[in-house]
């Protein structure tokens, strides 16, 4: 069963809604990566699989045929915003676009509430980007239809997480076993604290490489720990690079120094090239949430073990598979 | 019989496309309040509720399929623009979002003219929201394919009037014998213009709360008392209260007053919280164009009679009618 | 057969997705005006014809049912966008609408192989307007899913001269033996290079007619002439206006001339006006790629002959047909 101990507001909504033979997923809303448990990711993971075969044969479907998605996003964001609007549309459904959202960041939410029970007038469930910690959870307790986190400022984004996680296993078979090597900015990183924490539920082996200014947070140390993941840090790739199953590169950024000499000493260390692709396995993927800048060489994406521009791909069948499962289609 | 007497281009463009059969809304522009009577107002919400049960059963339905709508907003109105684009997908029809059009004013229309003759190329009608007064008649001229004005400046915004009269009919059962209290900025609210208006055609008792400064226009008030009512002028509301089925509230903006204390002076008598709402009728409503800021206290928003937010779902419905309607689908 | 000189990457797109009877358009990239001969432009005007009995028949169709088009605009064109969302709409298929995408120039390139490589997981299309030219044909290096280009910089824009050729075609009933004279800023106007190149393909006698610091690229007029035309340069419009079939007219800007007393000198002789149309056949058109700020005056716009609103409408049908064919649809 799930639990959302971190998210009660879910168990309201659901106890409306259910109770008529859909699954749990129905009427949920998808705010944290710690909702999910194992078996939850497989089912996920098993209707990301059945929307990609059907995408591939006939284009879309006809799942959410009248339903109303409505992309509230507060900053820019192309990837995210078109993955769910490509995902909404092949299940047949209608868009409601809404770009750069003027607010006042001194309303306190207060604006968000009014917008979000606003637009639940309109739509059938609300995707939202916001560049505010913790603003999924405040739209999610005043919204009756479901909220989907797309990015709370450096709080989360469970559905890049959970798309990590489906590329993963599509590329390479499942996660138990693997060796994770998390490569650049370990401390800013979102994409980063989310994955490593849904990876927390499988058998993974994880690798933290990254400069001392950029290490990954002790908190989320501490809540891998906790759920008996004993991440290695490291400063250099080259020494774990053999063994890894994933390399999951991001951005080391030139601003997150104050001394610059520092950056220019370490920047190179965490660049992804064919050098580096010399030292891994022949069986391996290399993963980036995107856009890159040059953390990534171009060369490395003719090498097959490249998989960030499948991992967008994988994106949209695992968005069309959440959209499907809260809509109570599955 | 509708009368036109402000907009005779819709006489030509009617003429031009009826005698089919359609309903005398059928190819019409939408530009003011003062297009509509009693009798079209009862038809309007007739198709409103119809729209109302088909959402709530089915989510949408098919009448549109094949239609294009332009939403042309020259001044962003998330509202609003959301709420067309909701009426019209869940109508079956498909909409072409435009927003922020670069214009320059010194153009004196000129732009909007071929503007509106490019969009009327593509699409099958035009909701267009415009910063100056006037610019949907330009439109309406122009236009061979209905416009729909989404708000002039400082001119009309007849859809928001109908959403308004709609969700009073729904909430208290209909508009005779009601007493209406407009509070707060009765000067520049066009919102408040419009509806006034309508509310004219029915035996309504209309109370006008306003700072000194934010008095109602004496060409409103004139156009008002020619129309058979005699709005009350009042300073506080809480001799009104009592009486009031609708509290229509709008915000009283610090930017009005040049003199900031007499702003302070006033701003508290244009709140309200419970101890408002503890002096009002049991049934009654609280309306509110949206977006509020603090004219309204939030521990408003559990009361039943606050009516804000349903007064947006009412407004999908009153636009998928008047689309329906529009293109001769009722 | 089509030729692809200057686009070998379409043979290979064609190659891997074509061999199953779908016409030669089938998974094309849609790049150049080069890419077309007479026959193709037969094809592609008798597909568009059909789309327009279609449309005025119907509405829409169900063509692209289940397809998603990703309108991708690095530049803001309200007309262009529009007309593209339109047509795919009509055709039955979905858009995702992507505005004003920040990018970094000092890319070159390389930020838009990765956004176009992120596209087209989501797309089965992608319509590309940028700033810079031979973007497109970057886009259509990387892309496996056909590129069509609605305009990148000062090269090409072929879906407008296609709607140019077009209109010229279903206003006067064909193209050989007409005289074309083209008016205004022949230098910049890349509308104006696409459509010459075109007009090669026939029998047709060019006139330029413009300013000297505004006249056609010696390139493109050798080009030309290579292909057998020999465009006739004038400085005033009067002489060449009685034999003129089309006239088409572009705008002359203040800001080309560095020395304003010549722009005051020869503005005047660029706009078309009543007087102009006097001069004219009573069987001929004027054409305008819009927007147009005072190079043909409003009072020409209730002439028959004036044809740029039409024009328009005729772009939708083109794009069409384009979108129909490019889908292997036809």
């Known amino acids: 069963m799930l639990e959302y101990s971190e998210h009660p507001s879910n168990f309201e909504k659901k106890d409306t809604i259910q109770g008529n033979g859909k699954s749990r997923f129905y009427g949920m809303d998808i705010i944290s990566v710690k909702q999910f448990r194992r078996q939850d990711l497989n089912i996920i993971f098993d209707v990301a699989r059945d929307m990609r075969n059907i995408v591939e044969r006939d284009g ?33 459904g209608n868009i409601i676009q809404i770009n ?34 913790g603003s999924a959870n405040i739209a999610a307790q005043v919204c009756q239809k479901p909220i989907i986190n797309a990015g709370d400022g450096i709080g989360e984004h469970p559905t890049q997480a959970l798309l990590d996680m489906f590329t993963i296993v599509e590329e390479l078979g499942g996660l138990d076993g693997l060796t994770v ?44 720990v ?30 997150r120094f104050e001394d610059q000499s520092a950056y220019e000493e370490v920047k190179e260390s965490y660049v992804v090239n064919n050098d580096t692709m010399n030292m891994a396995k022949n069986r391996m993927i290399v993963m980036h949430p995107l856009p890159r800048v040059d953390e990534i060489s171009r060369e490395v994406d003719h090498d097959p073990r490249a998989a960030y521009f499948r991992q967008m791909e994988y994106g949209m069948f695992v968005r069309m598979a959440l959209l499907a499962l809260v809509f109570g289609k599955v």
């Open 100 to 133: 750069n959202v003027t607010f006042s960041s001194v309303s306190k939410g207060e604006e968000l509430r009014d917008t979000i029970r606003t637009m639940e007038s309109y739509a059938d469930a609300i995707v939202l980007r916001h560049p505010e910690q």
């Open 226 to 255: 906790e759920n008996g993941m004993k991440p290695c840090k490291h400063v250099e790739l080259a020494s774990v690079m053999p063994d890894t199953d994933v390399l999951y590169v991001t951005r080391v950024q030139r601003e």
């Open 60 to 92: 879309s479907l006809d799942l959410l045929k009248g339903k109303v998605l409505a992309n509230l996003f507060y900053e820019p964001s192309t990837r995210t915003s078109s993955s769910f609007a490509a995902a909404v549309q092949r299940l047949g």
């Open 181 to 224: 090597t998390m490569l650049g900015d370990l401390r800013y990183g979102r994409t980063i604290h989310s994955l490593a924490k849904l990876l927390a539920l499988y058998d993974v082996k994880l690798h933290f490489v990254a400069p001392d200014l950029l290490r990954a947070p002790s908190d989320l140390v501490a809540d891998l």
